[in-house]
Every structure is written in C-alpha cells, then in structure tokens.
C-alpha cells in the first residue's frame, strides 16, 4: 500500500477550547489509484491532508495519535528534514488557490525551474528547459513562449496547470489535490480535473482528491471517504455510494447535488449546521441533523461497520439508508 491513514487524530488548542478536527480517521491509497475525500467545509478533510504532508500548524495543532505509513514507513516518527526530503520528490500537494500559492514575483521558468535546481541540482538552462516540457504536459499553449510570464498573466485555469506542473516535476508517488478547481470556472473545472485524471494514470501516482463536491468526483474516483465532524462516516467504491449510499448523511450530500435531468425542482440542503468542534455531540455526531436518529444514536458513537467486503458505514441504521 502507498499510504496508509490509521486511527489519525489531530487537536486545535486555542484560547476558546480544544477543536476535536480529526477524530480517528483511516482511509489508503495504493499507487495508481484515486480516492476522493468529500464532506463540507470543516469536516477535517484538510487538516488530514496537511497532517500526511507535514504541514500542519503546530501549534496551535497537534498530532495527538495514530499513524501515518508511506510505503510502510510511519512519517510521524521522522524527523523534519527527514519529512522535507519525502515533501515534493515522494508526495506532493495541489492547493485551490493557486495565486496565493505560487510566488508572484518569480517567473513561472523560474519557479519550476527551481524544483529542478534545488532538488535535482540540474544547472539553470537544463531546468528551464525542464520547465517548458512540464509546461507543455500540462496543456498551457505557447509554453515555451509564455514561460518568462509571471503567475498573474496567465488565467485561473492555466495557474492551476502551472501549480499542477510544479506538484509533478519530481515525479512524486502520491498527490494530494486539496480543492483544486473550486475557484474555477465549471467549464474549466473539468479540464483541469480531466488533466489530474490523465497525469494520475499516465504516471501511475496514487491521487488523493479532496472536495465539498460529490458532482466532480464521479468520473475521476476509485473509491470515495465520506469524512463528518473529523471523522469517516462512510467508504465504498464510487458506483456503490451513487448507486444507493449507505449513509444518511452521503444521502443528504447526494440529494443537494444539481441534476440536470431534473431541472426546476427545488435544490435539497441537509437541515442544521456542522458541529462546533469543541463539543462534538455524544453518540453520533450527525444525529441532531439525521431524519433516522434515534435513542442508540444520542449515546452511542457508531463504529464503521461493515457494509460489504469493500464498504463501510458509521451509522447504527445504514440497513434502513441503503435500502430506504
Ligand atoms: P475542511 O474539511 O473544510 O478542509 P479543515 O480540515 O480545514 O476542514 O478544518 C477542520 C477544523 O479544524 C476547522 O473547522 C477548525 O475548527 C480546525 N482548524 C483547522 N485549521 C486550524 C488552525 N490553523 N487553527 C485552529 N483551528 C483550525
Ligand atoms: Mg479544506
């Protein structure tokens, strides 16, 4: 296995109180495969992320169990430099907003050039033309042209190809798309899931693709983690979870996706918020918003019991949701 998430737990401590962000999650990638992490926003499907990376903010965050195995190796027990040296050559991170996230005043040569240069200590005219060539794999016309051009002169789309380039220069095992076309236009939404799709197989790189939205990740998932209150509520291969999930809460992020051939019909929301993450409700963290609650769900914290071979659901009903 390439990655293996086991019992992971990650606190905030601030001033106001502890933040539970990831309670126990478990979830694995195999090389060429591609899981997608779905859930709304504070779910703690980031925080995991940075967590696997090594980029997690400490403090005020912090590890406080589980493992985290890289080709069997767990990471928690490196040391930095270390983790720095598995960071961009073995695993690798896509991040939504690629304008914060790319150098505004280096030119784009320059900045993946510099992979090349530090990483690979190629000279400098050997890691521009490096640059070009990631340029051109990712589909930015004129790249040989446009490769002096700094970040702002190329559009979102083509910003977001230049991020990718950057994550695949050193050719790493694993990559973690955290968001990476929400701030994008939806035509250019599927181009650049479209190319992740293309590269991930092409490179046989395992892809972890984080998103709030269960419309993109149909075509481009193997599997899929549904992640609630920091923790995984529900897994299945892809086609299981839309053919019939076996979570309430899945069924509500099913219902609220827009659907073409049913157009006009008023758009679905699961009723209530998130949980705060200083005080998590008892039981089943989704029980104040589930239509199945019951008594057995106030009290007691579902384990993720075993739907079939390859599925799993945390919910004390998940008979009644897959088949209701
Ligand atoms: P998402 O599923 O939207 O990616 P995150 O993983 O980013 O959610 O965050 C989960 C929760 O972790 C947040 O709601 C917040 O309570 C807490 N959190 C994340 N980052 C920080 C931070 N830097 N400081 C304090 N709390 C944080
Ligand atoms: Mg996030």
Redesign the pocket.
């Known amino acids: 296995m390439l990655l293996e998430v086991r019992d992971l737990q990650v606190e ?1 401590r ?1 001033g106001d109180g502890v ?1 539970k ?1 990831v309670n126990g999650v478990s979830y694995s990638v195999d090389a060429g495969e591609t899981l997608a992490v779905l ?1 709304e ?7 995991t992320a940075q967590a696997i990376m090594g980029i997690l ?1 400490t403090p ?2 912090k590890i406080t169990g589980g493992e985290i195995l890289f080709r069997g190796q767990d990471l928690l027990s490196l040391k930095e430099d270390e983790r720095r040296k598995i960071r961009g050559a073995s695993m690798a991170m896509i991040f939504q907003d690629a304008l914060s996230a790319l150098n505004p005043v280096v030119s784009v040569d320059n900045q993946l050039g510099e992979m090349f240069t530090v990483h690979r200590r190629l000279p400098r005219k050997a890691a521009r033309a490096k640059a070009v060539e990631l340029m051109e794999r990712v589909g930015i016309p004129g790249a040989r042209e446009r490769a002096g051009q700094y970040p702002h002169q190329f559009s979102g789309g083509m910003r977001q190809r230049i991020m990718i380039a950057t994550a695949l220069a050193l050719e790493p095992d694993l990559i973690i798309a955290d968001e990476p076309t929400t701030a994008l236009d939806v035509t250019v939404q599927a181009q650049v899931m479209d190319l992740l799709a293309h590269l991930r197989r092409e490179l046989n790189m395992g892809l972890i693709l984080i998103t709030h939205d269960l419309g993109v990740v149909a075509d481009v998932a193997d599997r899929i983690a549904v ?1 609630y209150a920091g923790r995984i509520v529900e897994t299945a291969p892809v086609h299981d979870i839309y053919k019939a999930p076996a979570h309430p809460y899945t069924k509500g992020l099913l219902r609220s996706i827009p659907r073409l051939d049913q157009k006009g019909q008023e758009l679905y929301a699961i009723k209530g918020l998130p949980p705060n ?1 200083m005080r998590i409700p008892p039981g089943c963290a989704f029980h104040p918003r589930c239509p199945l609650a019951r008594d057995v769900c106030r009290t007691e914290v579902p384990p993720l019991y075993e739907v079939s071979q390859d599925r799993g659901s945390a919910c004390h009903f998940w008979r009644e949701a897959l088949h209701g």
Do not use: Q, R, W
Request: neutral net charge.
């Open positions: 905030f601030t933040a962000a859930g926003s504070g779910s703690g499907k980031s925080v903010d005020p965050g992640m993450l």
